[in-house]
């Protein structure tokens, strides 16, 4: 704990609490969860237990999957990873030595997966909230326009046999 692992005003992460530091004092600190709760810890627990300063963390990363339909064309498909590495190109918050990356990377159950990481600088939580939701919206936009289709979780059921082998009802009369 002397190692001093968080400040005042730092958001911290500790067991199953997350908020920010309001006070430290000799015996215990006091933490306000993000749901607006004061939960104060004994500094003799806190220096045992592992502890993510989510305030002094220098970007925030995202990985996003975007599922397409099976039925897409190998061409297609190119075209909707060429729209996700255009839309995350030097894209705001971007770090020049974290770029964007962009793979086809699964055959799910449901959907061919495109998966996409990059991290958003500086850790400003709302900023990078902001651009998520631009990204998701400029995605969405221009897979519409491509004629790209979303996938969702589907089942095709096969049944055996034909019509000619369905039971038949008994008559009455």
Not at 21 to 41: A, I, K, P, Q, Y
Not at 104 to 114: A, R
Not at 120 to 143: I, L, T
Request: aromatic share 12%.
């Amino acid at each position: 704990f002397s190692d001093r692992p968080f400040e005042l005003g730092d958001r911290i992460q500790v067991d199953d609490f997350d908020g920010e530091v309001e006070s430290v004092g000799f015996r215990s600190t006091r933490v306000r969860t993000l749901d607006g709760h004061l939960v104060t810890m004994p500094n003799g627990e806190l220096a045992n237990k592992s502890i993510r300063n989510v305030g002094k963390r220098p970007n925030i990363r995202r990985i996003l999957n975007v599922g397409v339909t099976y039925d897409t064309s190998p061409e297609k498909l190119q075209e909707a990873i060429d729209i996700l590495k255009d839309v995350l190109k030097d894209h705001e918050g971007q770090a020049e030595d974290l770029p964007a990356r962009v793979f086809f990377n699964e055959f799910q159950d449901s959907s061919l997966n495109l998966f996409a990481i990059y991290w958003y600088h500086p850790a400003d939580w709302w900023r990078y909230c902001g651009f998520s939701q631009w990204v998701n919206m400029e995605v969405y936009k221009r897979f519409n326009e491509a004629g790209i289709e979303f996938a969702f979780p589907s089942q095709t059921i096969y049944m055996a046999g034909g019509a000619a082998e369905q039971p038949s009802l008994p008559t009455t009369g």
